[in-house]
T-cell receptor, first 112, second 115 residues
């Protein structure tokens, strides 16, 4: 079945470091891909998305490119801030299922 | 601002005592979802409504029920909460046709504690 695999956390970085959180997916068709962020004690917020191969989603300095050849959607940011500390979820959605399939989440901790 | 609202943010109930969680939206979206999220885990879809059409996930226990009296409101009823039902419950909405891939908008969640 369809699934999303994320790198295990926590990812611990110093402020202004470069961030990569890996996400790969298994899908039988052509899903849309998403990154959601969950700050402590809050619900999920959409961070960015891409709906087809080679699309790049970007928001708040975060970027991810839909790579069909490697079935990946890695999240990157050039310079993280303490306020980026959160749990990041990669997800896919199929056109005909009405559902999001989430990865297990990756906790990011950024220290001053 | 248009948004998804969940009440209460924190709910404490006793083992076996029915509890209802509430979700409302001002987005006028036709799809509403309920997720269960246990500590350090991904959200797990319980069920969703497309308009008034109810779609239950195959592995959602019968203990969990839902009502959607109108477009704006959706309720999650837990008939006899067990200790294993302690979790964050997330409501989400989406606009668009059935099976579409539009963005889901999440509420802040209700954290349920079962004593």
């Amino acid at each position: 079945g369809d699934s999303v695999t994320q790198m295990e956390g926590p990812v611990t970085l110093s402020e202004e470091a470069f961030l990569t959180i890996n996400c790969t997916y298994t899908a039988t068709g052509y899903p849309s891909l998403f990154w959601y962020v969950q700050y402590p004690g809050e619900g999920l917020q959409l961070l960015l998305k891409a709906t087809k191969a080679d699309d790049k989603g970007s928001n708040k300095g975060f970027e991810a490119t839909y790579r069909k050849e490697t079935t990946s959607f890695h999240l990157e940011k050039g310079s993280v801030q303490v306020s980026d500390s959160a749990v990041y979820f990669c997800a896919l959605s199929y056109y005909n299922t009405d559902k999001l399939i989430f990865g297990t989440g990756t906790r990011l901790q950024v220290f001053p | 601002d248009a948004m998804v609202i969940q009440n209460p943010r924190y709910q404490v109930t006793q083992f076996g005592k029915p509890v209802t969680l509430s979700c409302s939206q001002t987005l006028n979206h036709n799809v509403m979802y309920w997720y269960q999220q246990k500590s350090s885990q991904a959200p797990k879809l319980l069920f969703h409504y497309y308009d008034k059409d109810f779609n239950n996930e195959a592995d959602t226990p019968d203990n969990f029920q839902s009502r959607r009296p109108n477009t704006s409101f959706c309720f999650l009823d837990i008939r006899s909460p067990g200790l294993g039902d302690a979790a964050m419950y997330l409501c989400a909405t989406r606009d668009g046709p059935s099976g579409g891939v539009g963005t889901q908008y999440f509420g802040p969640g209700t954290r349920l504690t079962v004593l």
